[in-house]
């Protein structure tokens, strides 16, 4: 196998728990498909919302499906500083202490007291994958991209669970700096 992954942009967006897309979308609405997203079971939703920050506001951001037991709004570095917060770099899920923003939908807002993260950068992996590759669930590695900006991405983690598909996530601002555009692989490289 080679030791080749492929790079994904992960551009804004927004997760909801089902209690929050009520308050946000009407009662009983359900997320709707738009485009199903690499990750097997994940969808863009058609829905978007407002992220309102104390210095600026992030209009029609989108939300990802399917619905959360937690809301969390993934931005880039440069996104935070518009909305004028300070969101760690952080893996997904891992929210606790975290700025929040307003959330304002079609037919509601919300308050979200904590969420906001720069999610930091990641391969997703079956076991499968991880054992072709010789790599382990949270290893760390680099990534080598080569574009008409070469760039070694390091600080990679390694998340390995059943239902992923095999795929670097970056933020626009990674993307942006790499020159990461179309059909992008990088090059996994151990520590």
Same mark, same amino acid.
């Given at each position: 196998m080679s030791n080749k992954v492929v790079v994904e942009t992960s551009a804004r967006h927004v997760h909801l728990t089902a209690e929050q897309v009520e308050t946000l979308f =009407? !009662? =009983?609405h359900k997320l709707t498909v738009k485009k199903m997203l690499s990750q097997p079971g994940q969808f863009a939703c058609e829905e978007k919302v407002d992220v309102v920050g104390p210095k600026n506001t992030l209009r029609n951001v989108s939300v990802l499906g399917p619905v959360r037991s937690a @809301?969390?709004?993934e931005v880039s570095l440069t996104d935070a500083r518009t909305l004028g917060i300070a969101a760690p770099?952080?893996?997904? =899920? +891992? $929210? @606790? =202490?975290t700025p929040g923003v307003k959330l304002v939908g079609p037919e509601g807002e919300l308050e979200l007291e904590q969420g906001v993260i /720069? @999610? !930091?950068r990641h391969i997703h992996l079956t076991p499968d994958e991880a054992a072709a590759f010789g790599l382990s669930d949270k290893e760390v590695v680099a990534v080598r991209l080569e574009t008409e900006r070469p760039l070694i991405f390091d600080g990679v983690v390694v998340r390995v669970?059943? +239902?992923?598909? /095999? /795929?670097?996530? $970056? +933020?626009t601002d990674e993307s942006n700096a790499a020159? @990461?555009?179309g059909q992008v692989y990088g090059e996994i490289q151990k520590k």
């Open positions: =009407g !009662k =009983g @809301a969390q709004v770099v952080r893996e997904s =899920g +891992d $929210i @606790a =202490g /720069a @999610a !930091k669970r059943s +239902d992923y598909a /095999a /795929a670097m996530h $970056i +933020d020159c @990461a555009f």
